[in-house]
């Protein structure tokens, strides 16, 4: 089945950098775009990012372009996102999700806390 776990959360000073990644397993994985995305406190889950499967043409949310990068490598399943210049509004659960066949999946998440 398919299965999402996210990893490489934690606590960062404001300016800071983190990578989270995201390991796939139980469908095509290089077939399939992928997407990052984060709860803030308090909040409704918001898109962060995309990376096709085709090109690795990519797409960001306004909040977080030239500061986040997605990024993905096939030989390994695993999506990550590259994360500078770190805000305390970026303090948030971030999960990756892929919809395969239709059907939306989620990671349980992890937490990034940026605060000094």
């Known amino acids: 089945q398919v299965q999402l776990v996210e990893s490489g959360g934690g606590l960062v000073q404001p300016g800071g950098s983190l990578r989270l990644s995201c390991a796939a397993s139980g469908f095509t994985f290089s077939n399939y775009a992928m997407n990052w995305y984060r709860r803030l406190p308090g909040e409704e889950r918001e898109w962060v990012a995309t990376?096709?499967?085709?090109?690795?043409?990519?797409a960001y949310a306004h909040s977080v372009k030239g500061r986040f990068a997605i990024s993905r490598d096939n030989s390994k399943n695993t999506v990550y996102l590259q994360m500078n210049s770190l805000k305390p509004e970026d303090t948030a659960m971030y999960y990756c999700g892929a919809r395969v066949q239709r059907q939306d999946y989620w990671g349980q998440g992890t937490q990034v806390t940026v605060s000094s």
């Open positions: 990376i096709s499967s085709v090109n690795d043409n990519t």
